[in-house]
T-cell receptor, first 111, second 114 residues
Framework: GENVEQHPSTLSVQEGDSAVIKCTYSDSASNYFPWYKQELGKGPQLIIDIRSNVGEKKDQRIAVTLNKTAKHFSLHITETQPEDSAVYFCAANGSWGKLQFGAGTQVVVTP | EPEVTQTPSHQVTQMGQEVILRCVPISNHLYFYWYRQILGQKVEFLVSFYNNEISEKSEIFDDQFSVERPDGSNFTLKIRSTKLEDSAMYFC????????????FGPGTRLLVL
């Protein structure tokens, strides 16, 4: 089955700097790669996603890149702000919409 | 903006007891899911449900688990005889017929089995 690896597990950045989180996946059939943000005590919130027919997608300060050949995708957050502090999960789709999640990255943005 | 809602937010139960976790998916969504997250670990898929049938289930979703859509709005997860290791956060998610992969998650139910 699908296996998604995510790095780093923790990431500390200064406010205003950029943050990059990387994921790899194993199933060549995966074609949908969402990113979720989870704040303490809350459910995962979809922040951006990318499908296999594009290599990059951007939404204001966040962007996602996908390299299907290498089976990896990354989340980029620019001009980080304290409210970006959260746990970020990448995921890849499997059969019947099932999402396989990475282990998560705790992002801490320090003022 | 429509949201997935879940009740209760917290549930404490004794080992061996049955629990039912409730979810109200987004109203025009037709695919429904349950995931769980043990404290500090990744979110794990349990089951997907479409057209009143289970589409896929994981190894975690054994005979102790069942799902049901009892009416037009609710989607439930039942754990028949809870174990200590069932303690986790349980998330419901839903997606549209036209875009199955894009799943929206509820706030979760924190289940503690004593």
């Amino acid at each position: 089955g699908e296996n998604v690896e995510q790095h780093p597990s923790t990431l500390s950045v200064q406010e205003g700097d950029s943050a990059v989180i990387k994921c790899t996946y194993s199933d060549s059939a995966s074609n949908y790669f969402p990113w979720y943000k989870q704040e303490l005590g809350k459910g995962p919130q979809l922040i951006i996603d990318i499908r296999s027919n594009v290599g990059e997608k951007k939404d204001q300060r966040i962007a996602v890149t996908l390299n299907k050949t290498a089976k990896h995708f990354s989340l980029h957050i620019t001009e980080t702000q304290p409210e970006d502090s959260a746990v970020y999960f990448c995921a890849a789709n499997g059969s019947w919409g099932k999402l396989q999640f990475g282990a998560g990255t705790q992002v801490v943005v320090t003022p | 903006e429509p949201e997935v809602t879940q009740t209760p937010s917290h549930q404490v139960t004794q080992m061996g007891q049955e629990v039912i976790l409730r979810c109200v998916p987004i109203s025009n969504h037709l695919y429904f899911y349950w995931y769980r997250q043990i404290l500090g670990q990744k979110v794990e898929f349990l089951v997907s449900f479409y057209n009143n049938e289970i589409s896929e289930k994981s190894e975690i979703f054994d005979d102790q688990f069942s799902v049901e859509r009892p009416d037009g709005s609710n989607f439930t997860l039942k754990i028949r005889s809870t174990k200590l290791e069932d303690s986790a956060m349980y998330f419901c998610a839903s997606s549209r017929l036209s875009d199955q992969e894009t799943q929206y998650f509820g706030p979760g139910t924190r289940l503690l089995v004593l």
